[in-house]
């Protein structure tokens, strides 16, 4: 299994509140992405990061940041969470670009009240 | 506009009943079609790559098939451990962000 954490596994919190989830790898490798999972849509990208620093929008990044200061750390925050974030969360990575495999993170399922 | 639709929605087979689940994909120029396996409450498992028409992989029980406008994913005498949700997505090659494209899933279970 690809060497991927993510904390917290489980989170519930109240609208308007801000919310960080965090993505840890140990595999060095330069990509890391956020998705969201929902009934309906599958899995759609909200942010990736191609390297320490660089990070770029995906299909549904509206009231999402993200942060990566460390290879390891991919850190996604939610500034005042709504109930359409209600949602499960993966985090993946990859060696390259284009083509390569993405491996997912075991998720943390998010409920905003 | 990418799009993956994958049928059916959910296969109920008996234990050695083989089948396929079938992904079908329309992008602007395919860069790669990738099949994950889902478990209940877990993060996507990744099984197979496809980067061309005519390219196949196995992997035990499993096969994955490529056309130009879908793929297949063959069981061959599944085990009850085989039951999950099975997960196809396309990269394109315009995508930015290395972005995949997932359809909904199969769901697949397999009865002793």
């Known amino acids: 299994d690809a060497g991927i954490t993510q904390s917290p596994r489980h989170k519930v919190t109240e609208t308007g509140t801000p919310v960080t989830l965090r993505c840890h790898q140990t595999?060095?490798?330069?990509?890391m992405y956020w998705y969201r999972q929902d009934p309906g849509h599958g899995l759609r990208l909200i942010h990736y990061?191609?390297?320490?620093?660089?990070?770029d929008k995906g299909e549904v990044s509206d009231g999402y940041s993200v942060s990566r200061s460390k290879t390891e750390d991919f850190l996604l925050t939610l500034e005042s969470a709504t109930s359409s974030q209600t949602s499960v969360y993966f985090c993946a990575i990859s060696e390259s670009y284009e083509g390569d495999t993405q491996y997912f993170g075991p998720g943390t399922r998010l409920t905003v009240l | 506009e990418d799009q993956v639709t994958q049928s059916p929605e959910a296969l109920r087979l008996q234990e050695g009943e083989s089948s396929s689940l079938n992904c079908s994909y329309t992008?602007?120029?395919?860069?790669?079609l990738f099949w994950y396996r889902q478990d209940p409450g877990k993060g996507p498992e990744f099984l197979f790559t496809?980067?061309?028409a005519g390219e196949e992989k196995e992997k035990e029980r499993l096969k994955a098939t490529l056309t130009k406008k879908e793929s297949f994913l063959h069981i061959t005498a599944p085990k009850p451990e085989d039951s999950a949700t099975y997960l196809c997505a396309v990269q394109a090659v315009e995508t930015s962000g290395s972005r995949l494209t997932f359809g909904e899933g199969t769901q697949l279970t397999v009865n002793p």
């Open positions: 496809l980067y061309s």
């Open positions: 990061s191609y390297g320490v620093k660089d990070t």
């Open positions: 595999e060095n490798h330069r990509y």
């Open positions: 992008v602007s120029g395919l860069r790669g």
